[in-house]
């Protein structure tokens, strides 16, 4: 726990340094930006996904109802997302548990099934509802300005200890719920649902508490992302690749179950992103997420271990 | 009445043509155990080749769509054998992401080939309708309608009369016995996988005659070919041809009452709440 809190003060203070030393204007505390944003949306993901190996294909619907909820609390009655955030973390919460209570009954490729058609779901009822939403157009956040009330900036530099607190409460909720009693039963429930059951855990219960935090998590970062990025609409929010499995993979990459997972996963996937799309984005719109798909295969293929924290956390139990 | 009649002949013919896009996926999955995200990619897939053979061979899409069975064949053929066949017996996440990441490198690729426009096919009988009463009847969907039937009709007897169908329903039921009885299972599921995509890209190939391609023409079908196939139940040509039709007159009724852009919400919802009520699987008696 206490390697764990290391690791974590350790990128967020690297983060930091980044921010307060470059340029805030410039490129690089950009990226360093969309790696704490990519970094905490793995982590939330990893709530579910490596802790109770519940593979979900549906984040977009919270990351979405996060961003939405704020943007439209701003622009009809001028509430700062500092508020907003909370509303919307309460609202996916309690989306996520009412979602949860039929799916998360499901295994394997149904859970998969039914989250993917969850967010699918959010998606259309975002774009047909444009009195609530402003439809296919999207809506913008409205620029009052530099201002810390508001939670918008001209530059990327005062972005960095917002994204850095982020970063560091959902890094710190995973590790807290990865040590604490929850992590232990949410991993008893992954390993043998049966098992689990028969020693008394209640485990629809025990993996409704996970994916409701997950959810409430989720939408904060969705909030985050549209204070950065200033734009919405269905297609950005509610996206299946750029949003669900980019999560899944982000974490995926680093290693599914623990902590650093989704950090070095980010670092590696938005580095990867920023190089793709600094080459060649204006001749071949499909060329990163190609890339994506064919290294989603590869590791599927040739570093299986990678997709499940089991096997790997057993091994190490075991030597 | 009337619209409610002429919704439920409209739903009936489109979903005809639903059901062989979603009997492949049913094959797929209940010969190999699979479930194969990126089957709705087969058939846009197989909607871009009939697009191809109507643009540079005059072929209507409807023939055309023969084109698209072999295309769809071939690449799912081969992502079997180079890369499902390497996850058979594998982990549900590791199925789950290497079926993922295939969609999004069919998708993607289309994409970079083909660029993001909207394509379609122009045939002497598009705008056509019969008349019958008070009702009409569109012409490109009866005829879509009737080109299902009679695939269907055809998968049917390759299924139970041929060395091949049996060979495919025995694997289905225990591959390791049918091994015994000399089948050779691999290539029963790349076959089996390369009739699944197949079927579903000359679906895609059918449904061009009426609608447009574009990359992501295969993601608005995800959902709903999964729909069918749990509506149906699993492996049979007839339950997936039920569930289709099913799901057609579901999407045609829900535009009487529902504005046209939530056409696909009622299915979404009516999924999830299948799964729920049926959380064992896509059939309830097969565990497979």
């Known amino acids: 726990m206490i390697r764990s809190l290391l690791v974590i003060s350790i990128f967020a203070a690297a983060a930091l340094v980044a921010g307060a030393v470059l340029d805030p204007r410039g490129y690089i505390v950009r990226v360093v930006c969309l790696m704490l944003l990519a970094a905490s949306l793995g982590q939330c993901w990893n709530i579910v996904g490596g802790l109770a190996n519940q593979i979900s294909l549906g984040h977009a619907a919270f990351f979405g109802i996060g961003a939405y909820t704020t943007t439209i609390l701003q622009i009809r009655y001028g509430i700062s997302p500092w508020i907003g955030l909370f509303l919307g973390a309460a609202i996916a919460g309690l989306v996520g548990f009412l979602i949860s209570i039929p799916t998360m009954r499901l295994k394997g490729s149904y859970f998969a099934l039914a989250t993917l058609a969850f967010g699918e779901a959010c998606r259309i009822f975002a774009t047909a509802a444009a009195g609530l939403t402003g439809g296919p157009q999207g809506i913008s956040v409205p620029f009052v300005g530099n201002s810390w009330a508001m939670m918008q900036f001209r530059g990327a530099g005062p972005y960095v200890p917002i994204l850095v607190g982020l970063f560091i409460l959902i890094s710190v909720i995973f590790v807290v719920l990865s040590n604490g009693k929850l992590g232990y039963l949410l991993r008893a429930t992954r390993e043998s649902e049966d098992a689990a059951e028969v020693a008394g855990v209640n485990t629809l219960g025990v993996k409704l508490a996970g994916s409701t935090i997950s959810a409430a998590l989720t939408a904060v970062v969705g909030t985050m992302f549209v204070q950065f990025n200033f734009f919405i609409d269905p297609d950005i929010v509610f996206n299946p690749t750029s949003v669900s499995i980019r999560a899944a993979l982000i974490t995926i990459v680093g290693g599914v179950g623990i902590l650093t997972g989704p950090i070095f996963g980010a670092i590696a996937i938005v580095t990867m992103e920023e190089v793709l799309s600094a080459y060649l984005s204006n001749q071949a719109a499909g060329v990163a997420p190609l890339i994506f798909g064919g290294l989603l295969i590869a590791i599927v293929l040739w570093k299986p271990a990678g997709l499940s924290a089991i096997s790997f956390s057993r091994k190490r139990a075991l030597s | 009445m009337t619209a409610f009649l002429q919704a439920l002949i409209d739903g009936t013919l489109v979903g005809g043509v639903y059901g062989i896009i979603a009997v492949g996926l049913s094959l797929v999955f209940g010969v190999l155990g699979i479930v194969n995200f990126a089957q709705a990619e087969f058939m846009m897939l197989g909607m871009y080749a009939a697009w191809f053979a109507w643009r540079y061979l005059g072929l209507d899409p409807l023939i055309g769509a ?129 009739l699944g995509t197949g079927l579903t890209a000359f679906g895609g190939g059918i449904i061009l005659s009426y609608s447009s391609v574009s990359p992501t023409s295969g993601a608005q079908y995800v959902v709903l070919m999964f729909t069918v196939v749990v509506l149906g139940g699993l492996g049979s040509v007839l339950g997936a041809l039920i569930g289709g039709i099913a799901v057609g007159i579901i999407q045609s009724l829900s535009t009487l009452v529902m504005p046209i852009q939530v056409q696909n919400l009622a299915l979404f919802v009516i999924f999830i709440a299948l799964l729920t009520f049926r959380p064992q699987g896509l059939l309830g008696g097969a565990s497979r």
Request: proline share 3%; charged share 10%.
């Open chain 2, 66 to 194: 023969a084109i698209s069975f072999a295309v769809g064949f071939g690449i799912g053929a081969l992502a079997q054998r180079f890369l499902i066949q390497r996850v058979m017996n594998a982990p549900h996440v590791s199925q789950i992401f290497l079926t993922v990441g295939l969609l999004i490198v069919l998708e993607n690729a289309a994409l970079l080939l083909f660029g993001a426009d909207f394509r379609t096919v122009q045939t002497p009988y598009q705008t056509q309708s019969l008349q019958m009463g008070p009702f009409f009847i569109s012409v490109p969907y009866l005829a879509a309608f009737c080109n299902a039937l009679v695939v269907s009709v055809a998968l049917w007897l390759v299924m139970a009369r041929t060395w091949i169908g049996r060979a495919i329903r025995a694997t289905a039921q225990n591959a390791m016995a049918a091994e015994i009885f000399g089948v050779d299972a691999k290539r029963v599921y790349m076959i089996a996988f390369g």
